[in-house]
């Protein structure tokens, strides 16, 4: 089973940048789908964006459409979330899931469910 391991959160100010990364073990990484997820205190966990096998296929969630790119190094095992524009209502948990999934990115990918393994999350705080 492949395991995966946020790092990057932190604090930042609104309108300021931060880069998520999550780093990926056991199993074929690039042959996987990967998705990043977020969650606020009280809310239920949202989907941000997922990107294909390849790469070559991306797809976000409308609130952070424009100011978030997901992107991945197949040679690192890495998949990043270049976030910048940053609110403070994208202040959560940002979680990386593995689909294990070779194919386009399908209105499934924004559902929790369709994930096989998560990783332990990492926290993004955005101050006004």
């Known amino acids: 089973q492949v395991q995966v391991v946020e790092s990057g959160g932190g604090l930042a100010q609104a309108g300021g940048s931060l880069r998520l990364s999550c780093a990926a073990s056991g199993g074929t990484f690039d042959s996987y789908t990967m998705g990043w997820f977020r969650q606020a205190p009280g809310k239920e966990r949202d989907f941000v964006a997922a990107?294909?096998?390849?790469?070559?296929?991306?797809y976000y969630a409308d609130s952070v459409k424009g100011r978030f790119t997901i992107s991945r190094n197949n040679a690192k095992n890495t998949v990043y979330l270049q976030m910048d524009s940053l609110k403070p209502e994208d202040t959560a948990v940002y979680y990386c899931a593995v689909d294990y999934y070779r194919g386009p990115i399908t209105p499934t990918h924004t559902m929790g469910g369709s994930y096989d393994s998560w990783g332990q999350g990492t926290q993004v705080t955005v101050s006004s």
């Open positions: 990107i294909s096998w390849t790469g070559g296929n991306t």
